[in-house]
């Protein structure tokens, strides 16, 4: 099972711990030899689903959408980012180089691409700026890739 990631940064501890667990479970109901994670490796979601498919000893493959890409994560991402994509079995490139959101939607596009379903740590709302999370939903239901919404309920953003 080849499963992709997208989902909002900057949520509440508390819903993190909430996001963390549901992401276990998904990962836990695939066999290990079995699972291909993908995932932009940001901070948030696609980290924890990164590290919870490692843990469940899958496969991970990295899209990174742009050369720029690592240093417009948080600083204190950079040492987490740096850990997952050395462990990935495989990195997919875009041939963008700036970080912004031309280049977020192209790698949602292409983790979509690889997936077999997406799973997305949504909020149901519009995205806040182009390439955002709603984009990769929306993406992936135009090219039929079956998407896996986790949002626990009674959570809001910001």
């Known amino acids: 099972m080849r499963l992709g990631i997208t989902g909002h940064r900057g949520l509440s ?3 993190e711990t ?3 667990a549901e992401l276990a479970k998904l990962v836990a109901d695939c066999k290990p030899e079995d699972l291909v994670g993908i995932s932009c490796v940001a901070d ?3 980290a924890w689903f990164a590290q919870a498919v490692l843990a469940h ?3 991970l493959e990295v899209v990174i959408p742009a050369a720029e890409y690592r240093a417009s994560l948080p600083d204190w991402h950079r040492a987490v980012y740096d850990e997952l994509t050395a462990r990935a079995a495989d990195a997919h490139h875009t ?3 700036e970080s ?3 280049a ?3 790698g949602n596009e292409i983790v979509v691409g690889l997936a077999d379903r997406l799973i997305a740590v949504w909020d149901g709302q519009p995205a806040r700026g182009y390439g955002g999370t709603a984009d990769a939903v929306a993406y ?3 090219v039929g890739v079956p998407v896996r919404i986790v949002w626990p309920e009674g959570a809001t953003r910001d």
């Open 140 to 142: 992936a239901r135009r």
């Open 13 to 15: 501890p508390e819903i």
């Open 57 to 59: 000893r899958g496969r």
């Open 95 to 97: 041939a963008m180089r």
């Open 100 to 102: 912004n959101s031309q």
């Open 44 to 46: 948030g979601p696609d």
């Open 18 to 20: 909430q996001i963390r």
């Open 104 to 106: 977020h939607q192209a």
